[in-house]
């Protein structure tokens, strides 16, 4: 969604915070702005579209700089008001001498824009982040310093927020200020960043500074100091960040999502590491800080999740009940948090999310902290607002996922779920050591059987060539591929605008057979030895009599299936229970190569955000 970058030290302004936002990029973005102080005059740029058109904006207007000295930029994901440049940010007072770039949305700001407009403000956008620009301004006139005027107006905000606020009068000094959406300074020599999110600074410094909610940065080239919301002086610890600037790069691929979907051996290597190093031992998972003896006598488990996060979780719900016999729910955040659920103190509610900063997943999780319940938290963002949530927190370490589509965070969740599942039948002693044995030893073979897949993409690449003129597929399988499914599908419909639907195979005959002809491709994963394999090719068979494309994604050698199928996608021998692992990596491939081969922006969908911090 939207995101932040402001700077003020030695290096060229402009081209530091156009850097810090195209490393925000991926967030999904409708405009951008920024605002620079430079030799007293404050200069404010915005446009329409792609970050290279605020490049090339500042690149025509660069008669105008004299010698920037300090800045905030913004990219904006529409919330309150179209795309449209008076919306964009940085957002002014009605004199022009104060900016702001916000994050995440106000919800009284209809009532204050009203008082406002009483006391002769002029409001030029539909934005709810001029009232904060209004606001400002109008304490400002008061008290003539920028730090008391944001944290007398912050107190009147309600929502969410990230806001970094300039004046004209006080040169070189951005004040920040933050409540339910991330803020994090860098730390450098001369120098000082304020951001949304750490890949914005991470090429210039590893040293930060997480802004907790309630609590207002104020930052100049030579120090930070940050308070809480009575003007306490606190002190805040400084962390290193563990990240490369490398994550960041494409590494030669054509796509962020492509190299994304290649790393998933190393990522989950990354996450078997320290957690399954020997099959004759118990998987360690020291990141569950509820004891044994509660674990034992568990029968409960929530799983609250949305999107690709939230297939993960079906996921999850498969194994654990099936290896450990909990019963589990999952949910999609956004109904859990309508709704009288019966979450309480004895109920273990996990909630999965890739950037922790789900809006809709956080006011869940809060919810079940309310009712106390035992949170435990499965993240690629161990730093995120969610993770600070949790009593038990599984960081996936899937490293930076730049590509709006999630690929490896997936796997990564995957593959945590099978280490959780696997230890909650260890220490519930519902399944005997031999078959946990086998099945670790499986585990651990995943990613070879991944590469595997990797090297050898051109029956993906024919098979998305053949059918990149389709415009409605059917995605279908039973038991624990359903929740693959459910993904590849969303993977198709997301970056290639396809219309694409999971559905459980079984159901098929129950209403969506009424579409089957041959404009509707049906992709079933089927995976031999498990009890499944003979119904989803009956339910395929039942599609084929009605015309429909049939593709098969799986590991069976059988030949009469090139009898059934129009393509078949073949991948390693693998225990059904495990496949999943495995069957989501050809279909995001495929997605990939349609989207490819239609010429979509594969990186960055339209309308889509990487991190959704608004309900
Ligand atoms: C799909 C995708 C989204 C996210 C969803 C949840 O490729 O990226 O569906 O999975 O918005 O996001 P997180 O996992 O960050 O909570």
Same mark, same amino acid.
């Given at each position: 969604m939207c995101g932040i970058v402001g700077y003020v030290g030695y290096r060229d302004v402009v081209s530091v915070i156009l850097n810090g936002l195209t490393n925000l990029e991926y967030r999904g973005y409708d405009s951008a702005g920024m605002a620079l102080q430079d030799c007293g005059e404050l200069r404010i740029y915005k446009t329409l579209g792609k970050l290279i058109n605020l490049k090339n904006e500042l690149e025509a207007k660069k008669y105008e700089l004299k010698h920037p000295s300090s800045g905030i930029g913004h990219i904006r994901w529409a919330t309150h008001g179209s795309p449209s440049l008076v919306n964009a940010h940085p957002h002014t007072c009605t004199c022009g001498r104060l900016v702001v770039v916000h994050n995440g949305i106000i919800e009284n700001y209809k009532e204050l824009r009203e008082e406002l407009i009483k006391k002769g403000c002029k409001f030029k956008s539909q934005t709810d982040t001029e009232t904060i620009a209004h606001l400002v301004a109008d304490e400002y006139a008061n008290s003539k310093d920028l730090e008391i005027a944001v944290r007398n107006s912050v107190k009147k905000l309600q929502g969410a927020y990230a806001i970094c606020v300039m004046h004209k009068d006080t040169p070189d000094l951005i004040v920040g200020a933050r409540k339910h959406a991330p803020m994090v300074i860098g730390l450098g020599e001369g120098e000082n960043f304020i951001a949304s999110d750490i890949p914005a600074i991470i090429e210039y410094t590893k040293k930060t500074i997480y802004l907790e909610d309630n609590e207002i940065a104020v930052v100049t080239k030579d120090k930070v100091k940050i308070t809480d919301i009575n003007g306490k002086e606190l002190v805040k610890k400084t962390e290193i960040l563990p990240w490369e600037p490398v994550a960041l790069s494409k590494l030669g691929y054509k796509h962020f999502m492509l190299k994304e979907i290649h790393e998933q051996p190393d990522v989950i290597r990354n996450v078997l590491n320290g957690k399954l190093y020997d099959i004759d031992e118990p998987v360690i998972l020291n990141e569950v800080k509820l004891d044994k003896e509660i674990l034992k006598n568990l029968n409960k488990i929530q799983i609250i999740a949305c999107g690709t996060s939230l297939h993960a979780a079906l996921a999850g719900k498969y194994l654990i009940e099936d290896l450990a016999g909990i019963s589990v729910e999952v949910e999609a955040s956004s109904e859990y948090i309508y709704r009288r659920t019966t979450t309480d103190s004895s109920t273990l509610v996990i909630g999965v999310s890739q950037s922790g900063e789900t809006a809709d997943t956080i006011t869940a999780i809060k919810q079940a902290k309310e009712k106390k319940a035992h949170v435990l938290i499965i993240t690629n963002r161990p730093d995120s607002n969610m993770a600070r949530l949790a009593d038990s927190l599984i960081p996936v370490n899937a490293g930076i996922e730049v590509s709006v589509a999630a690929t490896k965070s997936y796997s990564a969740q995957l593959i945590s779920f099978y280490l959780l599942a696997i230890y909650l039948a260890e220490i519930k002693e519902t399944v005997d050591k031999q078959s946990l044995k086998n099945l670790k030893h499986e585990l651990i073979q995943i990613p070879s059987k991944i590469e595997e897949i990797l090297s050898d993409l051109k029956p993906i690449q024919n098979c998305a060539r053949k059918f990149s003129s389709y415009k409605n597929f059917i995605y279908i399988s039973r038991g624990i591929n359903l929740s693959t499914a459910y993904e590849g599908a969303l993977k198709l419909k997301e970056i290639s605008y396809i219309n694409a639907t999971g559905y459980? *195979?079984?159901? @098929?005959?129950?209403?969506?057979? *009424?579409? @089957?002809?041959?404009?509707m491709p049906v992709l079933a994963v089927l995976i031999p030895g498990g009890i499944t394999y003979e119904k989803i090719l009956s339910n395929c068979e039942e599609a084929k009599a009605r015309n429909a494309k049939l593709i098969a994604l799986t590991s069976s050698n059988d030949d009469n299936l090139k009898n059934i199928f129009d393509v078949v996608i073949k991948i390693p021998k693998v225990n059904e229970i495990l496949s999943p692992a495995l069957t989501c990596v050809p279909l995001q491939l495929l997605a990939y190569y349609i989207a490819e081969f239609l010429g979509k922006d594969v990186d960055q969908p339209r309308n889509l955000a990487k991190s959704v911090t608004v309900e």
């Open positions: 459980p *195979a079984g159901e @098929l005959k129950h209403g969506p057979i *009424a579409m @089957l002809d041959e404009t």
